[in-house]
């Protein structure tokens, strides 16, 4: 957008001024406020046709706000600089092209609380604050502080580091004291359009004329930019009005959140900081367990790998052993009987015999050589890692081994039963069958013991369980907080839209 003098005459339009009217009208006249007052000062300026650049002077008490001004004014000042300001006094630059109103405002630490209220006030119609320090006080905290809150509060902001005629160079070299000056304000988080150094009375380092300058150049910048000023002090001022209005919902999520929390955040976006930093705890904690688990289910994966092994390599069937079993194939091949009477019933006694023969055998060998070791290996893991367990005693009833009869005969495949060669396959078989039905229990054993491991694990998730308990106060008291200053935001941003919708006005 242009700056021709014909955009600045019409800059205040009849719909700018409706629309103003429709915010003023908004606020109800009868609340007890001086936001209103504050508002038509903030926009008094702007209905005319050549708005002035109004510039606060502020600053501590004798910083020397008065000297300065009379100086950048050639004593203009109707009070003079000596006595103490009481009142806000406004003297116009000279020779600018545009309108600059300098005002002169009483110490920011005022002891009279009525000269703080009117600086307090002054600085709504300010488009620009100029915070006066003195040479040997800059890094005051009431500076530092007050730097921080213009830049929170989006207020353009110029520091001016004044009396610098006290500077002895033999005392610190110049640059050096600008270099830590300046890194103060920055590491203090404070953003300022520009600094100078300056002083009334001669010295080598003041930067008054060059002060001059600035304020003429400033008085030439487009309206629609100094204009977002307006708006941002409007938009201060409205929200003052709206969290008057939500004042007990304010006080209640303020006062649960100091309980919760200890501490009330500056803004919305400090609020989130602090969730997203116990977010990160809850996380961490949370990749903690996942860990823990992890390295649970690994142990017992290898564990049961080291169990599996035992029951492979367990030795069931010595040679004698797996002979009885070929035997009693044997019995069972087309073409075997015993005796002449009764040969069938003889035959079948004698099969029964061999099978008798052979499973009491197998149950003697599989006992002693695997279920034995197993039970024991199985008991020793739980026995080592007992804070898993209820109880103390290791529960291992599930762990049995059932070798019968029938199991064994069972695994006979009557298909193959066409020679003796299918003995040995017979004996593998059942082999294989024992250790099967051991692996499967060992696993059963493992799982319900593995679920217990997990559930006592997966209570640990939060340190300690009262940790956990005021984390989930905080966060809700603190999400409760950020609700009620994001629908205060919203009904600032709705209200500042009546007036001047942003894109409307503000160009980039
Ligand atoms: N050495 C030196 N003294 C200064 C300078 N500017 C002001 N002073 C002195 O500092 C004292 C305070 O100056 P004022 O201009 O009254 O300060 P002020 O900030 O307006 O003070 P209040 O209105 O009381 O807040 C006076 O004695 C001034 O003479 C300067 O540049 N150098
Ligand atoms: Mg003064």
Redesign the pocket.
């Not at 008490?61 to 300065?68: C, P, Q």
């Given at each position: 957008m242009s700056t021709s003098p014909s955009v600045k005459e019409t800059f205040w339009s009849p719909e700018l001024e409706h629309r103003w009217n429709a915010l003023l009208n908004k606020i109800d006249p009868s609340a007890k406020s001086d936001v209103t007052d504050r508002l038509r000062s903030v926009i008094e300026p702007w209905q005319s046709a050549d708005p002035p650049l109004v510039i606060a002077f502020c600053?501590l008490?004798?910083?020397?706000?008065?000297?300065?001004l009379n100086a950048l004014t050639d004593g203009a000042l109707a009070t003079g600089?000596?006595p103490?300001?009481a009142t806000v006094e406004t003297v116009s630059l000279p020779d600018s092209e545009h309108p600059v109103l300098l005002m002169?405002t009483?110490?920011i630490d005022s002891t009279d609380s009525a000269h703080e209220e009117a600086t307090l006030a002054s600085l709504y119609r300010a488009d620009v604050v100029a915070l006066?320090m003195d040479y040997q006080h800059v890094e005051a905290d009431e500076h530092l502080e007050w730097a921080r809150r213009c830049t929170e509060e989006g207020q353009r902001l110029l520091l001016i580091v004044?009396?610098v005629?006290?500077h002895f160079d033999w005392e610190l070299p110049f640059a050096e004291y600008r270099d830590r000056v300046e890194n103060s304000f920055r590491e203090f988080g404070v953003s300022y359009e520009r600094i100078f150094y300056t002083?009334?009375?001669p010295s080598v380092h003041s930067e008054l004329s060059a002060l001059s300058d600035y304020l003429h150049e400033l008085a030439l910048e487009p309206l629609e930019s100094r204009f977002q000023s307006v708006r941002n002090r409007v938009r201060l001022l409205i929200r003052e009005l709206v969290r008057q209005r939500h004042e007990e919902e304010v006080t209640e999520a303020t006062e649960q959140l100091q309980t919760a929390f200890g501490v009330v955040p500056n803004d919305v976006n400090e609020a989130l900081a602090w969730l997203q930093e116990r977010q990160d705890q809850q996380s961490e904690w949370a990749a903690k367990r996942a860990e823990r688990l992890r390295n649970i289910e690994e142990l017992f994966a290898q564990q049961f790998s080291d169990v599996k092994r035992v029951v492979e390599l367990a030795q069931i069937t010595p040679y004698e052993t797996a002979e009885l079993g070929r035997r009693y194939i044997e019995s069972l091949l087309p073409g075997f009987h015993v005796g002449w009477f009764g040969k069938a019933e003889k035959t079948a006694q004698e099969r029964q015999t061999r099978l008798h023969e052979f499973v009491s055998q197998l149950i003697e060998h599989a006992e002693k050589n695997l279920f034995w070791p197993v039970r024991s290996a199985v008991r020793v893991f739980l026995q080592e890692h007992a804070e898993w367990l209820e109880f103390a005693d290791v529960e291992l009833d599930g762990l049995e081994m059932t070798i019968s009869e029938e199991m064994v005969a069972a695994e006979v495949k009557s298909g193959a039963l066409v020679s003796a060669e299918y003995g040995y396959q017979f004996v593998r078989d059942v082999v294989s069958a024992i250790r099967r039905q051991m692996t499967a229990r060992v696993q059963a054993v493992f799982d319900d013991f593995r679920r217990r491991a997990m559930d006592v694990e997966s209570a640990k998730a939060v340190p300690d369980e009262d940790e956990s308990v005021t984390i989930q106060a905080e966060f809700k008291a603190l999400e409760e907080w950020m609700d009620v200053h994001r629908r205060i935001e919203t009904e600032v941003e709705d209200w500042m839209n009546l007036w001047t919708p942003e894109e409307e006005v503000v160009s980039p």
């Open positions: 600053g008490f004798s910083a020397g706000k008065s000297s300065l600089a000596v103490t300001t002169d009483p110490g006066v004044h009396q005629d006290k002083s009334v009375d």
